[in-house]
């Protein structure tokens, strides 16, 4: 029960990976920047952090109070049942490293294709674009 209930919140917490975040430490100060990496102790890497001039933060796990995402998370579950529209039964979305994988050869990500080409990788990114044009409306 352990690990699935850890399998959980890493994907979870897998979301705020490359987002704005707000971080609260234990002794009250607060860190705005885009969290580029991050451990299972909770240490954090910030970068371009927002009115101190620092271009990149660590900040011991131990130190963490809170963690908020300040925008919101990309929706891989719509962009799979979008995919799995125009390939049926030929989509997996893999939650745990944020992909989907097309065709078992097609990687998309919330950065686009990642792995494969082709003319079905042509059609991915086509259905890709689509989306995120209609989700920024």
């Known amino acids: 029960m352990a690990a699935v209930l850890g399998r959980k ?5 897998i979301q705020f990976l490359s987002k704005k975040v707000s971080v609260e430490t234990t ?20 970068d371009n952090v927002e009115g101190s001039g620092i271009l990149k933060l660590i900040l011991n796990g131990s130190y963490v109070k809170e963690i908020k995402l300040m925008e919101k998370p990309f929706d891989l579950k719509s962009l799979a049942d979008r995919l799995a529209r125009v ?15 097309v065709m078992d050869k097609i990687k998309v990500t919330q950065n686009g294709i990642e792995e494969g080409s082709g003319l079905a990788a042509d ?3 086509i ?8 989700t920024k409306k």
């Open 27 to 46: 002794d009250e100060k607060t860190y705005v920047g885009i969290l580029s990496a991050m451990n299972e102790r909770l240490d954090l890497v910030l």
């Open 87 to 101: 390939f049926p039964g030929l989509v997996k979305i893999r939650e745990d490293v944020g992909a989907i994988i």
């Open 123 to 125: 059609r991915v990114k």
């Open 127 to 134: 259905v890709y674009e689509e989306f995120v044009r209609d």
């Open 9 to 13: 919140f890493g994907e979870e917490f």
